[in-house]
C-alpha cells in the first residue's frame, strides 16, 4: 500500500492537485493508494517524555497519530505532500512525525548507538508548493526548506526519497505549469512499481 499524506488544508491548492494526479496516476499503474489529510487528524502535541524510546509506543491516549503510525508500518512506500510555511511544513505534519518517532525509529535500550531506522527498503517522494517565484523556491528559507525538513524524517526513517517536487509561485492551482503536472504524472506512473 501506497500511503499519501497530504498536509495542505487546501483541498483544491496546489499540493492536493498534484497529489491527486500522483494518487491516480499510482492507481492506474496498479498501486494500492491510502489517503490521509492531514489536517483532519486529531492528534495530541509530543510532551518530549522520551517513554517512547523504551516503550516503543507513544504513551499518550490513542489518538490518529497511533492510528497512522499504523499505516506507515503497513506501507510499502510514501509520498508526503507539505505546502511551505516559513519555509518549513505545516505544524500538524510535524506533530504527525513528533509523535512517530517510534514507528519511524527503533531505539536500542541503554545504549548510545543511533537509532535503526524501521522502513529501509521502502522509496518515497516529497511535494512541496510556495508562493516564492523561481529560483527563489530554492532557497533554503523557501520551498527547499521544506524538502529539507521533510526529507530530516524520512531519512532517518530509512526512506529511500525518489523524488522532490518543489512547485514555484502559483497563485491558482488551475495554471500550475505543464513541468509540474508532467513531473507528477510521471512519479505517479513509477509508483506503480514501487
Ligand atoms: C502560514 C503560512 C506560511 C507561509 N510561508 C511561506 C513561505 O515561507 N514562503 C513562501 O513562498 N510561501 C509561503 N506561504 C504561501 C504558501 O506556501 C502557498 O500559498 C502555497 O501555494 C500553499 O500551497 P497549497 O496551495 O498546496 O496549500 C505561506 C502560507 C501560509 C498559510
Known amino acids: 500500500m501506497i500511503l499519501i499524506l497530504n ?26 493508494v491510502e489517503w490521509v489529510d492531514v489536517n483532519s487528524l486529531s492528534i495530541r502535541p509530543c510532551i518530549g517524555c522520551l517513554k517512547c524510546r523504551p516503550d516503543k509506543v507513544c504513551i499518550l491516549p490513542r489518538d490518529d497519530a497511533h492510528r497512522i503510525g499504523e499505516l506507515l508500518a503497513g506501507c510499502s512506500g510514501l509520498v508526503v505532500g507539505a505546502p511551505t510555511y516559513w519555509g518549513n511544513m505545516p ?5 504527525l512525525f513528533d509523535r ?7 531505539y ?21 508548493a510556495s508562493l516564492s517565484p523561481f529560483p527563489f523556491n530554492e532557497l533554503p528559507s523557501q520551498g527547499r526548506g521544506t524538502l529539507r525538513a521533510v526529507r530530516i524524517v524520512l531519512k532517518a526513517a530509512g526512506f529511500d526519497i525518489r523524488a522532490q517536487i518543489n512547485v514555484p509561485m502559483t497563485p491558482d492551482p488551475a495554471h500550475i505549469g505543464e513541468r509540474w503536472l508532467a513531473k507528477a ?8 512499481s514501487w
Open 185 to 192: 504524472r510521471k512519479l505517479g506512473r513509477g509508483i506503480g
Open 91 to 95: 505544524g500538524p505534519l510535524k506533530l
Open 100 to 106: 512517530n518517532v517510534p514507528t519511524l525509529e527503533h
Open 108 to 128: 536500542e535500550l541503554y545504549t548510545w548507538r543511533f537509532p535503526k531506522p524501521k522502513h529501509k527498503g521502502k522509496k518515497a517522494a516529497i511535494v512541496t
Open 7 to 32: 498536509s495542505s488544508p487546501r483541498k483544491k491548492g496546489v499540493t492536493s492537485t498534484l497529489l491527486r494526479i500522483i494518487a491516480d496516476e499510482a492507481r492506474s499503474a496498479g498501486a494500492e
